[in-house]
T-cell receptor, first 114, second 111 residues
Framework: NAGVTQTPKFQVLKTGQSMTLQCAQDMNHNSMYWYRQDPGMGLRLIYYSASEGTTDKGEVPNGYNVSRLNKREFSLRLESAAPSQTSVYFC?????????????FGQGTRLTVV | EDQVTQSPEALRLQEGESSSLNCSYTVSGLRGLFWYRQDPGKGPEFLFTLYSAGEEKEKERLKATLTKKESFLHITAPKPEDSATYLCAVQLLYNFNKFYFGSGTKLNVKP
């Protein structure tokens, strides 16, 4: 039961470098999400994708781009990393439209930008 | 503005000492309220969904309740393995893809 898988688990970047966080789910969910979690601030939505081929901004989209590659995969790209993007990033998926619409989360990517 | 507030930020209990965690919310329309458990270095793990005021859900030592303005997570006779951060989230009625999370309550249960 893989659920939601994120790679990498840890990453250190220098300011200005770019990178892509990968996420895949095997639950056949339509919706996928990227959140960041910072101490004392809870989880904040960066971007989401309600279905294959669509993406929408969340609360904190600046500095990020996303791609919904297919129904399984949703990637998050940092084009020019900044220290303010140091955070733990979580990918999640859900199947809204059904009775149970809870989101299932990956294990997270801990990103440090120096 | 849609927002979720959890209290207290941290809670220390002795094993067996029951207590409650609070999640108050202000949203334009509530589709559902979710409780998650998060262990250090892990992603949130789903516990409960509540959809309407008066609804209750139970799982082992945990019971979640919902009113029109807040939700409580009651922990009865907790054990050290219940130590974790508990998060609540609201799902908006007009957009099922919008979940707003509180900042969590960090629970520490001492033996």
């Amino acid at each position: 039961n893989a659920g939601v898988t994120q790679t990498p688990k840890f990453q250190v970047l220098k300011t200005g470098q770019s990178m892509t966080l990968q996420c895949a789910q095997d639950m056949n969910h339509n919706s996928m999400y990227w959140y960041r979690q910072d101490p004392g601030m809870g989880l904040r939505l960066i971007y989401y994708s309600a279905s294959e081929g669509t993406t929408d901004k969340g609360e904190v989209p600046n500095g990020y781009n996303v791609s919904r590659l297919n129904k399984r995969e949703f990637s998050l790209r940092l084009e020019s990393a900044a220290p303010s993007q140091t955070s733990v990033y979580f990918c999640a998926s859900s199947d809204e439209g059904q009775m149970n619409t809870e989101a299932f989360f990956g294990q997270g990517t801990r990103l440090t930008v120096v | 503005e849609d927002q979720v507030t959890q209290s207290p930020e941290a809670l220390r209990l002795q094993e067996g000492e029951s207590s409650s965690l609070n999640c108050s919310y202000t949203v334009s329309g509530l589709r559902g309220l979710f409780w998650y458990r998060q262990d250090p270095g892990k992603g949130p793990e789903f516990l409960f969904t509540l959809y309407s005021a008066g609804e209750e859900k139970e799982k082992e030592r945990l019971k979640a309740t919902l009113t029109k303005k807040e939700s409580f997570l009651h922990i009865t006779a907790p054990k050290p393995e219940d130590s974790a951060t508990y998060l609540c989230a609201v799902q908006l009625l007009y957009n099922f893809n919008k979940f707003y999370f509180g900042s969590g309550t960090k629970l520490n249960v001492k033996p």
